[in-house]
């Protein structure tokens, strides 16, 4: 079992940035992946970028240059730097972790709302 909690939305005027925290309930360091999705309002879910457990990462294109994730296994804890944001990034931000032990799972926090607004 995995429970993860987001923090860190808000509201925010376009070009300026946030970053949002994950904390896990046990060791990141045994976590397969971990991935930052978001859903938009009327919008289907969408990957925003993952990490591997050997740190690769991959982002989504309207990401790539401004998003950053990164996980920080002595605190637990995945973040996810974002810079230059903009309207169309509003949205609720989900952190979700892959975890096998004797059987494979996906996991979902509840979900910050960001909002890029002026």
């Known amino acids: 079992q995995v429970q993860l909690v987001e923090s860190g939305g808000g509201l925010v005027q376009p070009g300026g940035s946030l970053r949002l925290s994950c904390a896990a309930s046990r060791s990141i360091f045994s976590i397969n992946n971990m991935a930052w999705y978001r859903q938009a309002p009327g919008k289907e879910r969408e990957l925003v970028t993952f990490i591997t457990k050997d740190g690769s990462t991959n982002y989504a294109d309207s990401m790539k240059g401004r998003f950053t994730i990164s996980r920080d296994n002595a605190k637990n804890t995945l973040y996810l730097q974002m810079n230059s944001l903009k309207p169309e990034d509003t949205a609720v931000y989900y952190c979700?972790?892959?975890?096998?032990?004797?059987?494979?799972?996906?996991?979902w926090g509840q979900g910050t709302q960001v909002t890029v607004s002026s």
């Open positions: 979700h972790a892959f975890y096998c032990s004797y059987t494979c799972n996906n996991y």
